[in-house]
């Protein structure tokens, strides 16, 4: 049996907080230093206007429902001579509520056309809540600052 | 400088600004020691920003903050009562710098019975935390000043009983003739005399009594159950705002000084440093006593961020079964050697 000397577990507590004392403290502050977030940190979603085809699944399966969509149907001229004319899916509206976002990430998996990302970019506080509602120009500037995509794994 | 020391009036200037500026000047810079320890201790970096670098003005910010408060009186409060505590609780820190020795002469007034006045006056404002805790008409507070009542009696036994053992040693009570006692020779290695402070003369015991004791009457971490917060919201500082809070605020850093001033100069040795002449120590001894209250007042901070609060049985337990008794076989042990030797 392992011999326990009284009053042991103060002398550690006490050696614990001196050791802390003059160990350099984890703090970084934060408007002068920055954290570099991982690559796949889940920071900010960016869309990709043109691959989105106003499918609507992003909004739906959103628990939130913090995606906003509008959009219409307009007729392309046919592609060859004589053909019909097809109907394409244009989008009006495309905005995200950060306000009420949880990052789930449930939308980027969802979207069957890769149109959202995830971007590592965090600094997006305002002042007002109201201007946490990213409009489609906003959520597409934020697709500069989404990773490239790792390489494919070869067979 | 010592013929100057010698005028009466200058003296006495020099006492007053001494005790009126200086006291609550160092308990400013005990909150701000108080803000950067706790930092560091948790990892944290603390005040950073505040006065420009590493935020040496926020015990001053926070201060100028606090007397921009309301000053709130409660409508069912006792309001004479309810405003005279916080003074009673300042001066009774303040009144016990009266004997506290900074060097030969810096005294206000060498008291014969120096001690006694010192553990009379620190513990009278006790009496002002029952007042703020019983005319604030709150449950909390009222809570808070009655467990400060218990710990506060049950504390200042063993608190006398230690600091017995140094007087029966030094056979005075007054704080410099206690300074004076220790700055004689123990015992003689061929010419070369070894003076020692009480603490390495044997009371050893009496010093740590007296430590536990003083942390209990400055309700500091682990004795801080008249102001547990996840109890109590603020015991008996529930109900205070402002400039009334800022004095106990003030009170209990004040408090920390004077108390370790005292256990420096009883157990440390106060002003004296062995190697120094007289003369010397008439310039640098408030400089010692003040390195020795830091590492007193450090040694709260350290324990304050270390160690969980007790229970109040735990409290009365260990004050009445350990310490007293504790004390007690301290004064026959140091009354035996004292004959004996």
Redesign the interface.
């Known amino acids: 049996m392992a011999v326990r000397v009284p009053g042991i577990g ?1 002398a550690k ?2 050696w ?3 050791r ?4 350099r ?3 970084i ?1 934060y408007p002068k230093e920055k954290e570099i977030p991982v690559p796949r940190a889940r920071g900010v979603i960016a869309l990709d206007p043109e691959a989105c085809t106003v499918c609507m699944l992003c909004a739906r399966e959103c628990p939130d429902w913090c995606i906003y969509i509008e959009g219409h149907k307009e007729l392309q001229p046919p592609t060859k001579p004589g053909g019909r004319p097809r109907s394409r899916a244009t989008l009006d509206r495309f905005d995200i509520d950060y306000a009420l976002c949880m990052y789930c990430g449930i939308c980027v998996e969802v979207c069957p056309f890769d149109a959202l990302f995830w971007s590592p970019d965090y600094e997006y506080s305002e002042g007002s809540i109201s201007n946490l509602l990213h409009d489609k120009e906003r959520l597409t500037k934020w697709l500069g600052t989404v990773p490239k995509a790792p390489a494919l794994e070869s067979k | 400088m010592s013929a100057l020391l010698d005028n009466f009036w200058i003296l006495l200037v020099l006492k007053v600004v001494l005790i009126a500026a200086v006291v609550p000047g160092v308990a400013l810079v005990f909150i701000f020691a108080e803000l950067k320890i706790s930092a560091h201790m948790q990892s944290r970096i603390g005040p950073y920003f505040a006065g420009g670098r590493w935020g040496w003005a926020q015990p001053l910010a926070d201060g100028l903050k606090f007397m921009q408060k309301e000053d709130l009186v409660p409508a069912d409060a006792d309001t004479p009562v309810f405003k005279f505590a916080p003074m009673v609780v300042l001066m009774s820190t303040i009144a016990v710098f009266v004997i506290v020795p900074f060097s030969p002469r810096l005294i206000v007034r060498d008291l014969d019975l120096g001690v006694f006045y010192a553990l009379a006056v620190g513990s009278f404002g006790t009496i002002g935390v029952l007042m703020a805790g019983w005319s604030s008409a709150n449950k909390y507070s009222l809570m808070g000043g009655l467990r400060a009542g218990a710990q506060l009696i049950a504390y200042e036994l063993p608190l006398v009983l230690a600091v017995v053992g140094v007087v029966i040693q030094a056979g005075t009570m007054s704080l410099n003739g206690i300074v004076a006692a220790q700055a004689a020779p123990v015992f003689m290695i061929g010419d070369f005399a070894v003076r020692l402070p009480y603490l390495l003369q044997g009371q050893v015991i009496g010093f740590a009594i007296f430590i536990i004791a003083m942390l209990a009457e400055l309700n500091r971490t682990p004795f801080d159950m008249p102001i547990a917060e996840s109890e109590l919201v603020m015991g008996y500082l529930t109900e205070y705002s402002g400039l009334r809070f800022t004095m106990f605020f003030l009170a209990e850093y004040a408090g920390m000084f004077s108390m370790s001033a005292i256990a420096a100069t009883l157990f440390l040795g106060g002003w004296y440093l062995p190697g120094l002449s007289l003369d010397t120590l008439e310039v640098l001894g408030p400089v010692i006593l003040m390195a020795k209250v830091s590492l007193l007042v450090f040694v709260i901070i350290w324990f304050r961020w270390t160690f969980p609060r007790l229970r109040e049985d735990q409290l009365q337990s260990l004050a009445w079964r350990w310490l007293i008794p504790l004390a007690l076989l301290n004064i026959v042990g140091t009354a035996v050697a004292k004959v004996v030797l």
């Open positions: 103060l507590g006490l614990l907080t001196l802390t004392l003059f160990t403290p984890v703090t502050n």
